[in-house]
């Protein structure tokens, strides 16, 4: 049975690493690429405002429901072969997507697509905690923090080029249909280049506990988003409290069960490692305030300002640009100053989208915003991004054992693509709500404040983890 020591020093790890990253990369760019293309996706398929927020969360809902169990199963039976699953599934659910003809077959194409990304996610992480051991680790986990920080920006850029494109006559669908030369690709090189690694000594998967949790997490999800065109009714109230019950139960019993051969979804183990726990709640809210603000953005840049989904794309280029410039050193400074870099990171996050958020007031209806006044906010936004999110990974997962890396790395991922729901269910539906009452600037202005609010709690957050929350081995 391979173990997680014969492999620690593969010859072939940084090879399978940018394998595996690449793949990766696919998830992480299709969480914010389909925001630029939505509004053409609305006006093609006559979709309803909840149907759009629904082609973003269905997706990461679909992805989150199926993490955790997903680490779990590649901990036990080996992540090679889930990772490769996951990649094939994720081509062909873009294919699904990218032949759709309606709402419907759309967003459920898209939760498929969400399905097989979350069989592969946690498979990489975990592999890289196997994998890479001391300062390696360290590097990787930066990375990986990096790739997954600026491909939120980065797809909205390419979204907007594929779109505008038109690629035999694809249009929007081409931001799916990429993803199959991609996917087919990697799955030739994680054939021949990704080791099989897997944990002696892992429990069987809970089945019954992740059919809970994936019921708990879209029942806490489904009335945010149906609420505000439905009135908000008594169910959806209901619906929401049922399903924060649900996970809040399933975490409770988990923390009681004592050893057994099924592995804990939720294991108590690591939530008591402040480190990990507390880092986890700093990703969620990022994940919320992110994916909020993008998808916000984007309907406002096309929607009010009339730019094309191309020139969308470009201005998020300074987003980009402030996360490259800290990235490169975020590592280091967080080595010496601990927390007070992440904190500092969420600040500038909060800082620069309430300058855009200024930006949009001044304009009001009447004047279109040319992209300069953007700009700046833009590039605070994104430099505080590399700070925060570049060390998150290390702070996160260097903290858990190596038999629950799986687990862990399952529940990391969760965080972020739940909280991504989060913020299209909440961010949207006030953007979408003050929409019907004014113009899409007064609705940009009204959902701002959230997104802003959201990152100064993150800091504050960051200033509760431990002093130095950085892996030293």
């Given at each position: 049975?391979?173990?997680s020591?014969?492999?620690?020093?593969?010859?072939r790890r940084?090879?399978a690493?940018?394998?595996m990253?690449?793949?990766?990369?696919?998830?992480?760019l299709?969480?914010?690429?389909?925001?630029v293309?939505?509004?053409?996706?609305g006006?093609e398929l006559?979709?309803?405002?909840?149907a759009?927020?629904?082609i973003?969360s269905?997706y990461?809902?679909?992805?989150?429901?199926?993490?955790?169990?997903?680490?779990?199963?590649?901990?036990?039976?080996?992540?090679?072969?889930?990772?490769l699953a996951?990649t094939?599934?994720?081509g062909l659910?873009?294919?699904?997507?990218?032949?759709?003809q309606?709402?419907?077959q759309?967003?459920?194409a898209?939760?498929l697509?969400?399905?097989?990304?979350a069989?592969l996610?946690?498979?990489?992480l975990?592999?890289?905690?196997?994998?890479?051991h001391?300062?390696?680790r360290?590097?990787?986990?930066?990375?990986?923090?990096?790739v997954?920080?600026?491909?939120?920006?980065?797809?909205?850029?390419?979204?907007?080029l594929?779109?505008?494109?038109?690629?035999?006559?694809?249009g929007w669908?081409?931001v799916f249909?990429?993803?199959v030369?991609?996917a087919?690709?990697?799955?030739?090189?994680?054939?021949?280049?990704?080791?099989a690694?897997?944990?002696?000594?892992?429990g069987?998967?809970?089945?019954l506990g992740s059919?809970?949790?994936?019921?708990g997490?879209?029942?806490?999800?489904?009335?945010?988003?149906q609420?505000?065109?439905?009135?908000w009714?008594?169910w959806?109230?209901?619906c929401?409290a049922?399903?924060?019950?649900?996970?809040?139960?399933?975490?409770?019993l988990?923390?009681?069960r004592r050893?057994?051969?099924i592995?804990?979804?939720?294991?108590a183990?690591?939530?008591r490692?402040p480190?990990?726990?507390?880092?986890?709640?700093?990703q969620l809210?990022?994940?919320v305030?992110?994916q909020g603000?993008f998808?916000?953005?984007?309907?406002w840049?096309?929607?009010?300002?009339g730019?094309?989904?191309?020139q969308a794309?470009l201005?998020t280029v300074a987003f980009?640009?402030?996360?490259?410039?800290?990235a490169?050193?975020?590592?280091?400074?967080?080595?010496?100053?601990?927390?007070l870099?992440?904190?500092a990171?969420?600040?500038?996050?909060a800082?620069?989208?309430?300058?855009v958020?200024?930006?949009?007031?001044?304009s009001?209806?009447?004047?279109?915003t040319g992209a300069?006044?953007?700009?700046?906010g833009?590039l605070?936004?994104?430099?505080?991004?590399?700070?925060?999110?570049?060390?998150?990974?290390?702070?996160v997962?260097?903290?858990v054992p190596a038999?629950?890396?799986?687990?862990?790395?399952?529940?990391?991922s969760?965080?972020q693509?739940?909280?991504?729901?989060?913020?299209?269910?909440v961010?949207?539906?006030v953007?979408f709500?003050?929409?019907g009452e004014?113009?899409?600037?007064?609705?940009?202005?009204?959902a701002?404040?959230?997104?802003t609010?959201?990152f100064?709690l993150?800091?504050?957050?960051?200033?509760?983890?431990?002093?130095?929350?950085?892996?030293r081995?």
């Amino acid at each position: 049975m391979p173990s997680s020591h014969p492999v620690s020093a593969h010859p072939r790890r940084w090879a399978a690493a940018v394998v595996m990253m690449v793949a990766a990369l696919m998830d992480l760019l299709d969480v914010t690429i389909v925001n630029v293309a939505l509004p053409s996706m609305g006006r093609e398929l006559h979709a309803s405002e909840s149907a759009l927020q629904w082609i973003v969360s269905a997706y990461l809902l679909g992805f989150a429901a199926t993490l955790i169990v997903s680490g779990h199963l590649g901990d036990r039976y080996g992540r090679k072969a889930l990772f490769l699953a996951g990649t094939a599934g994720f081509g062909l659910a873009g294919l699904a997507c990218g032949i759709a003809q309606s709402p419907g077959q759309l967003i459920a194409a898209r939760a498929l697509q969400g399905i097989t990304a979350a069989l592969l996610m946690p498979q990489v992480l975990g592999s890289f905690r196997t994998l890479f051991h001391g300062r390696e680790r360290g590097a990787v986990f930066g990375l990986y923090g990096a790739v997954a920080g600026f491909a939120s920006a980065i797809g909205l850029l390419l979204g907007g080029l594929l779109t505008d494109a038109d690629l035999f006559g694809w249009g929007w669908r081409s931001v799916f249909l990429v993803n199959v030369p991609v996917a087919l690709l990697t799955l030739v090189a994680g054939a021949v280049l990704v080791p099989a690694t897997r944990e002696r000594g892992a429990g069987r998967p809970d089945l019954l506990g992740s059919l809970v949790l994936a019921a708990g997490l879209v029942a806490i999800v489904l009335p945010l988003v149906q609420g505000q065109s439905n009135g908000w009714p008594l169910w959806g109230w209901l619906c929401l409290a049922a399903g924060v019950l649900a996970v809040t139960g399933l975490g409770v019993l988990e923390a009681r069960r004592r050893g057994g051969a099924i592995a804990p979804l939720l294991p108590a183990r690591a939530f008591r490692l402040p480190a990990f726990s507390l880092g986890l709640a700093v990703q969620l809210l990022f994940a919320v305030g992110m994916q909020g603000f993008f998808l916000i953005f984007a309907l406002w840049l096309q929607g009010g300002e009339g730019y094309t989904p191309m020139q969308a794309g470009l201005v998020t280029v300074a987003f980009s640009v402030g996360g490259f410039l800290t990235a490169p050193v975020a590592d280091t400074l967080a080595a010496r100053h601990g927390r007070l870099v992440l904190a500092a990171g969420a600040l500038l996050m909060a800082g620069g989208f309430a300058g855009v958020w200024y930006a949009v007031t001044r304009s009001g209806d009447a004047t279109h915003t040319g992209a300069w006044p953007l700009v700046p906010g833009l590039l605070i936004a994104g430099a505080g991004l590399g700070f925060l999110v570049v060390p998150l990974v290390n702070v996160v997962l260097s903290a858990v054992p190596a038999e629950i890396a799986g687990g862990a790395s399952g529940i990391f991922s969760t965080a972020q693509q739940f909280g991504g729901a989060l913020g299209a269910a909440v961010i949207g539906t006030v953007f979408f709500g003050a929409l019907g009452e004014g113009g899409p600037s007064r609705a940009m202005a009204a959902a701002m404040p959230w997104v802003t609010a959201g990152f100064v709690l993150c800091a504050v957050l960051c200033l509760t983890l431990p002093r130095r929350a950085l892996a030293r081995t």
